[in-house]
């Protein structure tokens, strides 16, 4: 009586070639974004800020400022399309209170790259205690 056995080496060739492939591709996948660091400045002037650069700040219950001017969340993309229609430099600093949600101020960037922004910085608070 003879004994059927299955042929492995097909299938090891395969996974092999799976093996290889994937190994080849995976450092050529970037996941992520860029970032790019903030140059450290000596003066701590608060108020020294630049007329030209755009400032905004999210607040809880769908409340943002732009140049601490307050707007309804929904209002956002127009405004912003309003702003940088005419500007050259289309970089804004996005500041977030420490109670909003992540996914609020992720919803704010698309918003920013949607009304042509092309450069977002995040400012970071410093918390106090």
Excluded: H, W
Excluded at 75 to 100: G, N, P, S
């Amino acid at each position: 009586m003879a004994k059927a056995e299955p042929n492995v080496v097909p299938l090891c060739d395969v996974l092999l070639v799976l093996l290889i492939i994937f190994m080849v591709i995976t450092p050529m996948v970037q996941l992520g974004i860029d970032v790019k660091l903030p140059e450290v400045q000596a003066s701590d002037s608060k108020s020294g800020q630049d007329p030209n650069v755009i400032v905004l700040t999210v607040k809880k219950n769908d409340q943002v400022e732009i140049q601490r001017n307050p707007l309804e969340l929904r209002l956002l993309l127009e405004e912003l399309r309003r702003l940088y229609a005419a500007r050259q430099d289309k970089t804004i600093f996005i500041r977030a209170e420490a109670k909003v949600p992540f996914s609020k101020v992720i919803e704010v960037m698309d918003i920013c790259k949607g009304a042509g922004v092309e450069t977002l910085a995040i400012i970071p608070e410093i918390i106090e205690e």
